[in-house]
């Protein structure tokens, strides 16, 4: 630098743009966050990075890695900016309507059979009101993603979140269909099932298949099943049951009506006791506008 030369200084959108690259790891994910082109946002920060005289970002054709410049740029400005996020959000209470984007991840058995059944009323109360759902089996870390809440089982809440119950107890269920059950026998202990083709689900969350878990008299068994298919969703799950390809290991509302039609043929039934439901929960230190604390009473179980 020249002497009695100015280094310009970032501006903040600048420095939004690199908080979210960094914290995603991923141009990719970061533009369509900001809901930018990934040649813009690219420019965006090589802009800044010359701005400032100072490379950030390592970029490779599969990851994005902080420099220790960058490290300590996200470090320093990424709380700061946040809390300034939360208290322009906080302004909407100064609003006739309450208004505001809220992101929730949520699974879809969630989604569907809890959230957008309460949820379409609300929203039809609240024009102003946006929200964003991402869908996914994975538990993701809200704060770390930026989410507003979360949805998941009341037993896979963390200690220090706020959990409020949206959803009824719930029981799963073991089904198989009629043809199925005609080449082979019902099983009748949850050991039995290493004997049946099984319909596989694969969740992030246990870094693989999904174990059956049944419980009787205080007794847990998980069972890690076998058979030809395997899918990421259950609807998936129910259709290829119902089609004779093995049993499933649903929640029991998938599958209540098919087992009353009798397309499916419940079994284990007494090894599928009642468990906690879903609840909605979002961090207790975060500041949340009036348009939240609306949702959240929509969605209260009652």
Not at 71 to 93: F, K, N, P, Q, Y
Not at 112 to 132: A, G, H, N, T
Not at 174 to 199: E, M, N, W
Not at 232 to 259: C, K, N, Q, W
Request: hydrophobic share 40%.
């Amino acid at each position: 630098m020249t002497p009695g030369a100015i280094m310009t200084r970032p501006n903040l959108n600048d420095l939004l743009a690199f908080v979210a690259v960094a914290r995603s790891h991923s141009f990719t994910k970061a533009a369509a966050r900001l809901g930018v082109t990934q040649p813009a946002l690219s420019h965006t920060i090589r802009g800044l990075e010359a701005r400032m005289g100072i490379r950030l970002l390592t970029r490779t054709t599969r990851s994005v890695a902080l420099t220790d410049a960058g490290e300590r740029l996200l470090h320093s400005v990424g709380s700061r900016l946040d809390e300034i996020e939360d208290e322009l959000d906080a302004l909407t209470a100064l609003r006739d309507k309450p208004a505001g984007t809220m992101r929730i991840t949520t699974g879809e058995h969630a989604l569907s059979v809890i959230l957008w059944p309460k949820l379409r009323p609300f929203l039809r109360d609240y024009p102003d009101i946006q929200i964003e759902f991402d869908v996914s089996y994975e538990l993701k870390d809200i704060v770390a993603e930026r989410f507003d809440a979360g949805v998941r089982m009341g037993e896979q809440v963390e200690k220090d979140m706020i959990a409020v119950r949206i959803g009824p107890p719930m029981r799963m269920a073991a089904v198989g269909s009629p043809s199925y059950f005609a080449g082979t026998t019902q099983p009748k202990k949850p050991q039995d099932l290493t004997k049946h083709r099984c319909i596989n689900l694969r969740l992030p969350t246990y870094g693989g298949l999904y174990p059956w878990e049944f419980e009787r008299h205080g007794r847990e068994i998980h069972v890690r099943v076998q058979g030809q298919l395997a899918f990421s969703t259950a609807p998936h799950v129910v259709a290829a049951a119902i089609d004779g390809f093995g049993l499933a290991y649903v929640p029991e509302d998938m599958v209540r009506a098919h087992v009353k039609a009798g397309r499916l043929i419940r079994v284990l039934d007494e090894w599928c006791p009642a468990f906690s439901g879903y609840h909605l929960y979002y961090p207790s230190r975060r500041q949340h506008s009036p348009a939240f604390a609306l949702l959240v009473e929509a969605l209260r179980y009652r």
